[in-house]
């Protein structure tokens, strides 16, 4: 999967901000990626602390863009938009400057001014520190009532290929009600086309086509129908349960008359407990890879880091936050 991105990118080089400069498995992915040409690190604060913490560190990141918000040359210009973009909550320039002397902030605004394509926050941050900025500045796209997320989760094959597929929303909503389901369904469809999957799309349930009883199966089942007046491209069902989805044993027994049989690779989960518990299955017992959450439905990529990160996860999602910037 990884080898088609960087490819992608080779063709159209991006860059991508870091909120956190000086954090050590920030530099070492930024100077991983920088013996590279694909994807340039653009990191905020002091260039003084970060060029002593790379040299603490020992990671090399000559060639990367750093940008200290107490001496960016546009910052004027920053306050200004800022204030226009907050203006409906009475903010002040000397609100804006104090809200921009934080790096998320402050490295939200450099993509909204299209000085970088993409941001990956996280490694110091909360969740809602890195998605808050975003909603406030870069907003929801056209017709996008919410901001969702996607795990893209791979595993490697006995054949050598990589399995790859997608579950949504593991991370953002607590409880979307049926047309916020159809907004996650579409974006995440979306989002697993650009990482190779063909979306067959599964709404899943504890019932499969009314085998069961109670609000969360007709929401599931409701949720289902109005996407499937919305995403023409792809096969949409539900509601299914989650082994006639993905066994075509099970199918043939609980529903021979599904049009997924079995291989649906696109799963909409009817809550965050549901979404989340289910990656994390998929992960820790399942042997698959699991990067995200990516954000969805935003005007440009705004993805979150966990805290307990490596740089390797750094790294990846790095690729995975550019692949996605147009």
């Known amino acids: 999967m990884f080898g088609e991105l960087i490819a992608g990118l080779r063709k159209n080089p991006k860059t991508i901000v870091f909120t956190e400069g000086t954090d050590a498995r920030i530099l070492e992915a930024s100077s991983r990626l920088l013996t590279s040409n694909f994807l340039t690190p653009l990191l905020v604060g002091s260039e003084e602390d970060i060029m002593k913490a790379s040299e603490d560190s020992g990671f090399n990141i000559r060639g990367a863009k750093i940008v200290d918000p107490a001496r960016y040359e546009r ?9 226009e973009l907050r203006k409906s909550k009475g903010v002040t320039p000397e609100d804006a400057r104090k809200m921009l002397s934080k790096s998320n902030y402050f490295g939200t605004m450099l993509v909204k001014m299209g000085e970088a394509d993409c941001l990956l926050g996280g490694a110091t941050y909360s969740t809602a ?12 796209k056209p017709g996008n009532n919410i901001v969702s997320s996607c795990f893209i989760l791979v595993r490697e094959r006995a054949t050598g290929d990589n399995e790859v597929i997608a579950m949504a929303d593991c991370a953002i909503n607590i409880s979307p009600c049926e047309d916020e389901l159809v907004e996650i369904a579409t974006e995440a469809a979306a989002c697993a086309k650009k990482f190779g999957i063909d979306p067959k799309i599964a709404f899943l349930s504890y019932s499969t086509f009314g085998s069961g009883k109670g ?9 289902c129908a109005k996407a499937k007046e919305v995403i023409k491209d792809y096969p949409v069902e539900g509601e299914i349960q989650f082994d006639a989805a993905v066994s075509p044993r099970v ?8 049009i997924l049989q079995g291989h649906a690779n696109t799963f909409i989960f009817p809550d965050i407990n549901a979404g989340n518990i289910g990656y994390k299955i998929a992960q820790r017992l399942g042997g698959f890879s699991a990067y995200g959450p990516i954000l969805l439905g935003l005007n440009a990529p705004v993805n979150d880091l966990s805290r ?8 990846s999602m790095a690729i995975v936050t ?3 910037a147009d």
Do not use: H
Request: charged residues 35%; hydrophobic residues 35%; glycine residues 2%.
């Open 251 to 258: 199918a043939r027994t609980k529903c021979p008359e599904s």
């Open 75 to 83: 910052f004027d210009e920053m306050v200004d938009m800022f204030c």
């Open 322 to 324: 550019a692949a996605l």
């Open 129 to 140: 520190d890195t998605v808050r900025p975003a909603l406030q500045l870069i907003k929801t």
């Open 215 to 223: 609000e969360d199966v007709d929401k599931m089942r409701n949720a």
């Open 308 to 315: 307990g990160c490596n740089p390797e996860e750094v790294y």
